[in-house]
T-cell receptor
Framework: GAVVSQHPSRVICKSGTSVKIECRSLDFQATTMFWYRQFPKQSLMLMATSNEGSKATYEQGVEKDKFLINHASLTLSTLTVTSAHPEDSSFYIC??????????FGQGTRLTVV | GENVEQHPSTLSVQEGDSAVIKCTYSDSASNYFPWYKQELGKRPQLIIDIRSNVGEKKDQRIAVTLNKTAKHFSLHITETQPEDSAVYFCAASGNNDMRFGAGTRLTVKP
């Protein structure tokens, strides 16, 4: 149990376009989903916390208008990178929280902006 | 906000030896402390966790200890095996966040 699916796993987009990444909890209801960015051989940097039915809470320094997060249901959260630029190229990964404790990760999305 | 520090950044041990990774956190409101193992090219996998009302938890060769007063917690792996080689992350979580340490690259030499 506790499976989290993230799509797409890889995406290449042109500079100036937008990209949507989906994070789904397949076998449990996730009241909270976290979005992270991970640079090569580095840690998981929390970008925002997404709670179902309410606005996401963004970390300091993360532009909410650039990284749009929608948590429309208890099983789905989306991250849209708007007007992407090469510096947005990174590995984005979500986790879905089961109750008040355990969180399980999606497989991540490798975004390349050309 | 919460700040999690993790040490060491790299750790190399001989197969069969023990490995210890330490983390500290800053926010006294944090009440949940998971540990994740990330192998190259894969997603982080939850390996053990502990809540703030517990001082120690063990699962086979893995144990975690928590000192809430000092705001530090540790991961202990005994009888290490080559397949334990990976990057390990600690995290501290309150009600609406989960922040990670910088990670420890563990290498177990056969």
């Amino acid at each position: 149990g506790a499976v989290v699916s993230q799509h797409p796993s890889r995406v290449i987009c042109k500079s100036g376009t937008s990209v949507k990444i989906e994070c789904r909890s397949l076998d449990f209801q996730a009241t909270t989903m976290f979005w992270y960015r991970q640079f090569p051989k580095q840690s998981l940097m929390l970008m925002a916390t997404s709670n179902e039915g309410s606005k996401a809470t963004y970390e300091q320094g993360v532009e909410k208008d650039k990284f749009l997060i929608n948590h429309a249901s208890l099983t789905l959260s989306t991250l849209t990178v708007t007007s992407a630029h090469p510096e947005d190229s990174s590995f984005y990964i979500c986790s879905a929280r089961l109750g008040a404790g355990k969180a399980f990760f999606g497989q991540g999305t490798r975004l390349t902006v050309v | 906000g919460e700040n999690v520090e993790q040490h060491p950044s790299t750790l190399s041990v001989q197969e069969g030896d023990s490995a210890v990774i330490k983390c500290t956190y800053s926010d006294s409101a944090s009440n949940y402390f998971p540990w994740y193992k990330q192998e190259l090219g894969k997603r982080p996998q939850l390996i053990i966790d502990i809540r703030s009302n517990v001082g120690e938890k063990k699962d086979q060769r893995i144990a975690v200890t928590l000192n809430k007063t000092a705001k530090h917690f540790s991961l202990h792996i005994t009888e290490t095996q080559p397949e334990d080689s990976a990057v390990y992350f600690c995290a501290a979580s309150g009600n609406n966040d989960m922040r990670f340490g910088a990670g420890t690259r563990l290498t177990v030499k056969p």
